[in-house]
């Protein structure tokens, strides 16, 4: 297995939030790291500047984690950019506007569990198959960034978005054992109410404020923190981890 510190790595919504956060901290850590994003190309490739600056390696790569043609696309200029594929963060994912199940439409609900469960799937797919010592790869590792929304259910916000990170939860458990054998270790991260952008996409930028009461820790968390468990769990540290989830939510 491939625990070696460094190596190459694909990071899905990688240009903000938490995933801009993890390309910083694995670009630290001897990473060339693949900073995947869908439509913000500037902010990408300013991490990759950014990044390649402070001496190391980056690059932005446009990519609909929900589309399969695009996410072979995504793998293939990874390994010609940068080589070998040894690590995937399946971090991209989103959410829509704060709405309850009875108001749920077809449309939102194929929306949410394309891009966080069919396009989490795609890219676990093409890691596997690149980094499996039965496909000739030296193992590696996957982290999936879940929720805890998927242990909490997010009654009358997003059940819709906690049920696809309870897939996520799912696959990580599955998929671990599947590829065990094959050189690869199968984790996941679940955040818990972390500032970053995507509370907007929800429709409420300053749902921290509100919700931080409901927090143990009495605040929300940082993207870095975030991070740091997903940088451990790629780690050597964290060699006999597979399967495993850490919940990175203040308490909740």
């Not at 990044?51 to 390696?57: F, M």
């Not at 990580?172 to 094959?182: R, Y």
């Not at 009461?213 to 060699?239: C, D, F, H, Y």
């Given at each position: 297995?491939?625990?070696?510190?460094?190596?190459?790595?694909?990071?899905?919504?990688?240009?903000?939030?938490?995933?801009?956060?993890?390309?910083?901290?694995?670009?630290?850590?001897?990473?060339?790291v693949?900073?995947?994003?869908?439509?913000?190309?500037?902010?990408?490739?300013?991490?990759?500047v950014?990044?390649n600056?402070?001496?190391?390696?980056?690059?932005?790569?446009q990519?609909?984690?929900?589309?399969?043609?695009?996410?072979v696309?995504?793998?293939?200029q990874?390994?010609?950019?940068?080589g070998?594929l040894?690590a995937?963060?399946?971090?991209?994912?989103?959410?829509?506007?704060?709405?309850?199940?009875?108001?749920?439409?077809?449309?939102?609900?194929?929306?949410?569990?394309?891009?966080?469960v069919?396009?989490?799937?795609?890219?676990?797919?093409?890691?596997?198959?690149?980094m499996?010592?039965?496909?000739?790869?030296?193992g590696?590792?996957?982290?999936?960034?879940?929720s805890?929304?998927?242990?909490?259910?997010?009654?009358?916000?997003?059940?819709?978005?906690?049920?696809?990170?309870g897939?996520?939860?799912?696959?990580?458990?599955g998929?671990?054992?599947?590829?065990?054998?094959?050189?690869?270790?199968?984790?996941?991260?679940?955040?818990?109410?972390i500032?970053?952008?995507?509370h907007?996409?929800?429709?409420?930028?300053?749902?921290l404020?509100?919700?931080?009461?409901?927090?143990?820790?009495?605040?929300?968390?940082?993207a870095?923190?975030?991070?740091?468990?997903?940088i451990?769990?790629?780690?050597?540290?964290s060699?006999y981890c597979?399967?495993?989830?850490?919940?990175?939510?203040?308490?909740?």
């Amino acid at each position: 297995m491939n625990d070696q510190q460094g190596g190459v790595v694909i990071v899905t919504g990688g240009n903000r939030g938490i995933g801009a956060a993890t390309c910083r901290g694995l670009a630290a850590q001897g990473y060339a790291v693949t900073i995947n994003y869908r439509i913000n190309k500037s902010q990408a490739e300013a991490l990759a500047v950014e990044i390649n600056t402070a001496g190391g390696r980056a690059v932005a790569i446009q990519c609909d984690v929900s589309i399969e043609n695009e996410v072979v696309n995504l793998f293939e200029q990874t390994t010609q950019q940068l080589g070998p594929l040894t690590a995937l963060v399946n971090n991209a994912g989103i959410l829509e506007t704060q709405i309850k199940v009875v108001d749920l439409t077809p449309d939102r609900i194929d929306r949410i569990f394309a891009t966080n469960v069919r396009g989490s799937f795609l890219c676990a797919r093409e890691a596997v198959r690149r980094m499996s010592n039965l496909c000739g790869g030296n193992g590696g590792g996957i982290v999936n960034v879940s929720s805890a929304a998927a242990r909490l259910g997010s009654p009358d916000e997003y059940v819709d978005y906690a049920a696809s990170k309870g897939a996520i939860d799912s696959m990580t458990i599955g998929l671990s054992k599947e590829v065990a054998a094959e050189g690869i270790r199968v984790n996941a991260v679940r955040p818990g109410f972390i500032d970053t952008e995507m509370h907007a996409s929800g429709g409420e930028p300053d749902r921290l404020q509100r919700v931080r009461g409901s927090i143990p820790l009495g605040r929300g968390g940082e993207a870095s923190e975030v991070a740091n468990a997903i940088i451990w769990l790629l780690s050597p540290q964290s060699s006999y981890c597979t399967g495993t989830f850490i919940d990175v939510s203040g308490g909740r």
